[in-house]
């Protein structure tokens, strides 16, 4: 057989390459994609959160973090990048609208990978306001929980 016939295929599978979002494809290879928990055995909870990195393969990838009462905040993801050790570098934009006036945070995260669990270890806003550091939250001086891989 030729490698002319593996030319079309080729060029297909470039094509739908080239159409998605680069973000999306990084969380996607770096094992972040999808449905994450402290405990994914147990029902939403204050003390087991779910967080979902929704990487839809030609749009922006999304964060979405659920509790008890349902989704508790989303955001859109950017510069999703390997580090060193285990680390991958994001940057998670909010936009909150309270009383009807519209406000945007970005944050600057750093997390921390290990198989199939993840935790937040570097949290930091553009305005540079720190609300973790080395995997310690500042308000409750205590480690930041491991979320688990939720299916695949």
């Given at each position: 057989m030729s490698g002319a016939g593996l030319?079309?295929?080729?060029?297909v599978l470039a094509v739908g390459l080239a159409a998605a979002n680069p973000d999306s494809a990084a969380?996607?290879?770096l094992?972040?994609?999808?449905?994450w928990a402290v405990d994914c055995q147990k029902p939403l909870g204050d003390d087991n959160p779910h967080v979902t990195f929704a990487a839809p393969g030609d749009?922006?990838?999304?964060?979405?973090?659920?509790?008890?009462?349902?989704?508790?905040?989303?955001?859109f993801i950017s510069n999703?990048?390997?580090?060193?050790?285990g680390q991958i570098a994001l940057t998670l934009?909010?936009?909150?609208?309270f009383g009807g006036q519209?406000?945007?945070?970005?944050?600057?995260?750093?997390?921390l990978k290990d198989g199939n669990r993840f935790r937040f270890f570097e949290v930091k806003t553009g305005d540079g306001r720190v609300s973790v550091s080395g995997g310690v939250e500042k308000t409750k001086g205590e480690a930041t929980k491991w979320l688990q891989k939720c299916g695949g």
């Open positions: 030319a079309v295929p080729v060029a969380l996607t290879q094992g972040l994609a999808g449905e749009q922006p990838p999304q964060y979405i973090e659920s509790g008890a009462q349902g989704p508790v905040g989303a955001g999703v990048r390997a580090l060193s050790g934009t909010v936009t909150e609208n519209s406000s945007t945070i970005v944050m600057n995260n750093v997390v």
